[in-house]
């Protein structure tokens, strides 16, 4: 009887070793411009205030006194799949985001004006500002119609475990973060969105697990958190969120790919 190497064999069957491994192989990553030519890239827009500047190839956000600004992806909604954002904050209290899941109607608020408040000389918000941005987020107006209508992946090391780095903002807490390698280096998060479940990984560690769908999301505690009511999309936009005056944080990559199977 004559011998049949396995690569003889794969042959006869119109296979190649490559082939198979291609097969296993994770999909590759689809990078969305940030920055094109020292500009914002086609595809995103800004609501609200601040903004994001382009800076040695990267974009860095802007905030503004007036209120938060978030820049959002118009070009196309997304799936399920798995997003890499590539940043680095300026320091531990760097206030920022990720939002997902965001419906239509965030789009409608491109080049609308939203309600601006005014800061006192320490910096705070005096108690009338407050209520003037309590307003604004009741109504969803504006970066606040993303917070009620989308989900924060947030960006903030020093804040406790449900309002910081990983956390599904106020929704479901992250564990305790990984040191960076070093001090202000970039760090990579990716956020698998799969059906209902979201789960986000910082530098190689998995911090939050969240089921959108499950029946015992803690309650919303006061009106910086997002309405429970509305269902998010299972395809929706996404966006980068800037925050408050003194919040600097970079953004080096976004990027997306079918989920592994």
């Known amino acids: 009887m004559r011998t049949v190497t396995v690569a003889a064999f794969l042959a006869l069957l119109g296979w190649t070793a490559t082939s198979i ?7 590759a990553w689809r990078t ?37 600004g978030l820049l959002v992806y118009k070009r196309e909604k997304l799936g399920d799949c798995q997003l890499r954002i590539v940043y680095r904050p300026q320091d531990a209290k760097s206030n920022a985001g990720v939002f997902i899941r965001m419906d239509d109607g965030v789009l409608d608020w491109i080049g609308k004006p939203s309600t601006a408040v005014k800061r006192e000389a320490s910096g705070k918000l005096s108690p009338a500002m407050l209520d003037k941005l309590k307003a ?22 020093s804040a406790d475990a449900g309002h910081r780095t990983g956390a599904i903002y106020s929704l479901a807490t992250a564990a305790e ?26 530098d190689g560690k998995e911090v939050t ?46 990027a997306v790919r079918p989920l592994p199977r």
Not at 63 to 68: A, S
Not at 224 to 243: D, F, M, S, V, W
């Open 21 to 27: 491994v291609a097969d296993d192989a994770e999909p």
């Open 32 to 68: 969305i411009p940030l920055v094109e030519n020292g500009k914002l890239a086609e595809g995103w827009a800004h609501i609200g205030w601040g903004r994001m500047t382009p800076a040695d190839g990267v974009l860095r956000t802007d905030c503004d006194e007036r209120g938060m």
């Open 136 to 157: 604004a987020s009741e109504a969803e107006e504006g970066v606040w119609y993303a917070v009620h209508h989308g989900f924060e992946v947030q960006i903030m090391d």
């Open 177 to 202: 973060l990984p040191a960076p390698a070093s001090e202000g280096a970039w760090r990579t998060m990716i956020v698998t969105l799969d059906g209902t479940q979201v789960r986000v990984s910082l």
């Open 209 to 254: 697990r969240f089921d959108s769908a499950a029946k015992d999301l803690p309650p919303r505690k006061n009106w910086t958190e997002p309405k429970r009511e509305a269902a998010r999309p299972a395809r929706g936009y996404i966006g980068l969120q800037n925050h408050d005056p003194g919040d600097v944080v970079y953004f080096k990559e976004v």
